[in-house]
């Protein structure tokens, strides 16, 4: 019952209630971010949710589109502002995803959306996160962010997915704000962000 009807009417009521609640520090990073970014405060990039069906996930834009002499982008180390590591860090830049999930293309609690790029690459059982959906955060975010390899994180996925219930929710909800107030797991060794999966890291 919980997963099939009560997780869906909390989501949207929870996510409604918490984006108006928090809108003064959302128009702040707005007006920050479009600045440091020169006008570009928002990040909007394809992800498949549940069942694989694409959505367009709403995100605020840490990086900025510096490029170099070639005209490719440079580093993601390099494009990364002072303001933009502070939303980062603090997990500010997941905030316009609650959007995502009053309009239902997300959960506030689930497997991360990935890349669609990696959706060849999955094996059978890590094909499983998208039986539910994605969340802005969830039992892998919880267990190391980006600082896990791509084998712990999709464990982790799978975990949730056969778990699923209202206390491991409530329980990824603390253990979040926990993680957010000492910024663990942000990056991964030596990136400043999550390097890509590929064919390599299947397992």
């Known amino acids: 019952m919980y997963k099939n009807f009560f997780k ?3 989501d949207f009521t929870a996510a409604l209630v918490g984006f ?3 809108s003064p520090v959302f128009l702040f990073v707005l007006i920050g971010l479009s600045v440091a970014n020169k006008g570009k405060p928002f990040f909007f990039q394809r992800r498949p949710g549940k069942e694989e069906r694409l959505f367009n996930i709403i995100k605020f834009k840490t990086m900025n589109d510096d490029k170099d ?12 502002t002072a303001l933009g590591n502070f939303v980062r860090k603090t997990s500010l830049d997941e905030i316009p995803q609650l959007i ?10 689930g497997p991360r959306p990935l890349l669609p790029d990696y959706l060849p690459y999955y094996n059978d059982l ?12 969830g039992w892998a975010q919880v267990n190391g962010r980006n600082a896990i390899s ?3 994180k999709f464990t982790y996925d799978v975990w949730y997915v056969d778990h699923l219930s209202f206390f491991i929710d409530v329980k990824i909800i603390f253990l979040t ?12 060794d030596g990136h400043a962000t999550m390097p890509r999966f ?6």
């Open 177 to 188: 704000l926990k993680k957010i107030v000492k910024t663990d797991g942000i990056t991964a």
């Open 69 to 80: 002499s070639a005209g490719q982008l440079l580093p993601d180390e390099q494009r990364l």
């Open 126 to 137: 890590q094909k499983r996160r998208h039986e539910v959906r994605p969340g802005i955060s």
């Open 8 to 10: 869906r009417l909390i």
């Open 198 to 203: 590929d064919n390599q890291d299947k397992y």
């Open 150 to 152: 791509w084998e712990q």
């Open 100 to 109: 995502n999930v009053v309009k239902g293309d997300m959960s506030l609690i």
């Open 20 to 22: 108006l609640l928090i």
